[in-house]
């Protein structure tokens, strides 16, 4: 189960420092969530079978690679992300028979495979988190983590005032072999998730003979978990505030952002760079400006990033045109490809997200306007697309799937939805899965459906949108294959800004403009082409055309 599976041969080696020409600089990529994305198996939760049985689909939707977010070995605390053994599969998931079998079917329909890493903490019944429990204070293993004692007369407080992203403190109290009160752990997410200690040597090694392992299996790359989370401030300092959460995204924390990362992604890079077919790695980072953004993809760390700045601005042009220059602009000195996304597992669809009014935030529990929301979602991603660098697209939203915002109580299973502060909890709204025929318990799913499905998802499946003319699913087929025969949609550091009215946007590129009212009337412009795409009807009279509200237009010229 260790044997090389060459990647597929496209794209050209970025194995020189500044010389970065790979499949990865536009490439269009897919997140599978497994679990909600084709149940093989029949037992209602999706699986790697699953996949593999729907990558003919996934190569007729045009993408060049697909993401799978974790499938490893785990008690499933955080869906997957309380990793208790990196070099197996969870059997709800399948077997390493099913990953290799994986593999090998997508690159023979050249696709390529990213799975996700979570390197920022494992599960607390991973083997060393459970021996460093049972062996007591003083265990070697608990220095691969952070166990601390506690402050108080007789250790009852937390050791510092970092705050959990799932709400509540950052640390869990443990209990000693002999029952009395121990030591604390830190978890900056759930406290089934303690994070491990990148300053102890066995950590590293590790975590460099787990990329070689999935290397060898033929990986072309890891999509790399809080990657912005994995060292620590020296002597783990008082944050000095409560509500810390209101903060992220807007300083550098003690326990994110840290500089010392990235050194640990340099000796990632000479891991990958060990192994033929442009494997790459990308950051999920949250930081506070595009330009510390850049620092993970600098030469000799990462290849790409995930620009979550473009993800949560507006459907504003003035915004947009601000966050694609600044996004352009830090990522043009270190020579990576700027990335877009608009959806991933862990907000609020854009399809939900644009119908509702601007502010509200990335995980928003109200359905708003669906069919503004639709509309927007679709000009969006035309304008993502158009952009230079490399796009992301999150499962379903190819369908124009909405939130699901009336999910019950009782069916949410999103860990922060239990605690009383930190994120919302209501991701698992863009987590339901996916719709594949009309009709079916599941609609065509598979034998049932982990989380509801709502009653609306027939008309939205891909049985009924394939071939049908203005459907979602026919706009993205159609906008992907238009992006790989025309050379001047991807590729290339550089959009050229065009006059247009308020409230439009009109970028050219090599021999195609792109021009996106974001206004709620239309709007008219001078044509400043041949129309090759929108995602709505475009009156084009003689040199003029008319701009419907909320609505996108690619033009060749």
């Known amino acids: 189960m260790t044997q090389h599976l060459a990647a597929p041969s496209t794209g050209t080696s970025d194995d020189a420092p500044g010389h970065r020409t790979g499949w990865w600089q536009d490439a269009v990529i ?214 810390q959460l209101k903060l992220l995204g807007n300083d550098v924390m003690p326990f994110f952002d840290q500089d010392g990362v990235h050194e640990i992604y340099r000796s990632w890079r000479t891991v990958l760079d060990e192994y033929s077919g442009d494997r790459v790695l990308v950051a999920e980072a949250w930081t506070p400006t595009v330009e510390r953004t850049a620092n993970y993809v600098r030469p000799d760390e990462m290849h790409q990033a995930f620009n979550f700045q473009y993800l949560s601005t507006a459907w504003d042009a003035a915004e947009l ?6 996004s352009l602009d830090a990522m043009r000195p270190v020579g990576a490809p700027t990335t877009w996304v608009l959806s991933n597992h862990d907000v609020t669809r854009h399809a939900t997200r644009f119908g509702n009014p601007p502010g509200l935030g990335t995980q928003i529990r109200t359905p708003g306007d669906r069919e503004l929301g639709l509309r927007r979602a679709r000009a969006a991603t035309l304008l993502m697309l158009a952009l230079p660098g490399s796009a992301y697209v999150y499962q379903g939203e190819e369908l124009g799937l909405p939130d699901v915002t009336d999910l019950p109580d009782e069916a949410r299973q999103d860990p922060s939805f239990f605690r009383a502060e930190g994120q919302d909890g209501f991701r698992d709204g863009c987590r339901v899965p996916i719709p594949w025929t009309r009709e079916g318990s599941s609609y065509g799913f598979g034998g049932g459906s982990w989380l509801p499905q709502p009653d609306t998802w027939g008309e939205l499946s891909v049985e009924a949108q394939a071939g049908a003319e203005g459907s979602t699913l026919e706009l993205y087929r159609a906008a992907i294959a238009a992006r790989r025969e025309h050379p001047g949609l991807g590729a290339g550091t550089d959009v050229e800004w065009l006059d247009a009215p308020e409230g439009v946007l009109a970028l050219g590129r090599p021999g195609f403009v792109c021009t996106v009212n974001t206004t709620g009337a239309p709007v008219r412009i001078a044509a400043p082409g041949t129309l090759l795409l929108a995602n709505g009807p475009v009156a084009v009279d003689g040199d003029t055309a008319e701009l419907p509200a909320d609505t996108t237009v690619w033009w060749t010229v």
């Open 321 to 326: 045109r601000t966050v694609i220059d600044s």
């Open 30 to 243: 897919y997140q599978v969530y497994p679990r909600s994305f084709a149940d093989g198996n029949g037992d209602g939760m999706g699986d790697l079978a699953g996949v593999t049985a729907r990558l003919p689909y996934l190569r007729d939707l045009g993408v060049d690679a697909v993401w799978l977010s974790p499938f490893y070995a785990s008690p499933q605390a955080d869906a997957g992300y309380d990793v208790a053994d990196y070099r197996a599969i969870d059997p709800m998931f399948g077997t390493l028979h099913d990953a290799d079998a994986l593999i090998r079917e997508a690159h023979g329909l050249d696709l390529r495979i990213i799975v996700d890493l979570v390197p920022n903490h494992s599960s607390d019944q991973h083997e060393w988190f459970k021996r460093a429990l049972a062996e007591g204070p003083g265990s070697a293993l608990r220095e691969r983590y952070h166990f601390r004692p506690g402050k108080g007369s007789d250790g009852e407080l937390p050791p510092n005032d970092w705050e959990s992203i799932f709400g509540g403190p950052a640390w869990t109290r443990t209990t000693n072999p002999d029952g009395t009160p121990g030591e604390w752990y830190l978890h900056l997410f759930a406290p089934e998730q303690p994070d491990f200690n990148w300053e102890h040597p066995a950590v590293a090694d590790e975590f460099r003979s787990i990329l070689r392992f999935w290397l060898d299996m033929g990986v072309d790359g890891f999509r790399v978990d809080v990657a912005h989370g994995l060292v620590k401030a020296e002597g783990l300092p008082d944050l000095g505030s409560h509500d």
